[in-house]
């Protein structure tokens, strides 16, 4: 009985030491879901789950502009919080279709009010994907109304080559171009142009 029990602990030991010179099965794979989460490529950059709105947008200078805009606006905060908050962020090319020096109007001090209405009509209260979308969309004969958080309304359709096209109280259209880039606090779809709200003069 004795021997058999040295044997076991010779046995278990061994295993002990093995164990601890031996490297994890995936080690970094593990890492990275544990403290990144899920990582998507937008743009060239490597967005992550684990980050915020604001975290993932400052990675890449396709959204600079943007950037500086929410910073004017005061609205870095909002799109930090906890939220949960879907944001159609436009890219700097989608701010360029804007007319001539109407972005630089919208950055002086004097129009943080007006700023702050715009790029809070990029934004909706809630998680949405997609397929949540689309679901809202089909089960609405083709059209999807959404209420902003600055009051205001866009409205959702499907194009011909199955994009879904947002509609600003204007009439003017935005393609959703990329779509379902999760945040910590929300999710991020991009859009390619800017959905301008039709009861403030910018």
Excluded at 116 to 129: E, K, P
Excluded at 185 to 190: A, C, V, Y
Aim: net charge positive.
């Amino acid at each position: 009985m004795k021997k058999w029990l040295i044997i076991l602990l010779i046995t278990v030991s061994g295993q002990s030491l093995f164990a601890q010179n031996a490297p994890a099965a995936r080690p970094v794979i593990d890492s990275v879901k544990a403290k990144w989460g899920k990582v998507k490529n937008v743009n060239g950059t490597a967005m992550v789950s684990s980050n915020n709105i604001i975290e993932n947008i400052g990675l890449s200078n396709e959204y600079s502009v943007l950037v500086t805009a929410i910073e004017d606006a005061g609205l870095t905060e909002t799109f930090k919080s906890k939220g949960p908050i879907t944001f159609f962020a436009p890219t700097n090319q989608a701010f360029e279709k804007l007319p001539a020096g109407e972005l630089d109007t919208l950055l002086k001090p004097s129009h943080k009010l007006d700023l702050n209405y715009l790029i809070t009509s990029h934004a909706i209260v809630g998680r949405l994907t997609v397929k949540d979308i689309q679901r809202k969309i089909n089960s609405n004969k083709g059209e999807a109304t959404f209420r902003t958080i600055a009051g205001t309304t866009l409205t959702a359709k499907i194009d011909a080559n199955r994009n879904i096209v947002l509609i600003d109280d204007n009439g003017g259209q935005s393609i959703i171009s990329k779509f379902d880039i999760q945040q910590s606090n929300g999710m991020l779809h991009i859009v390619n142009a800017v959905l301008v709200p039709k009861t403030k003069n910018i």
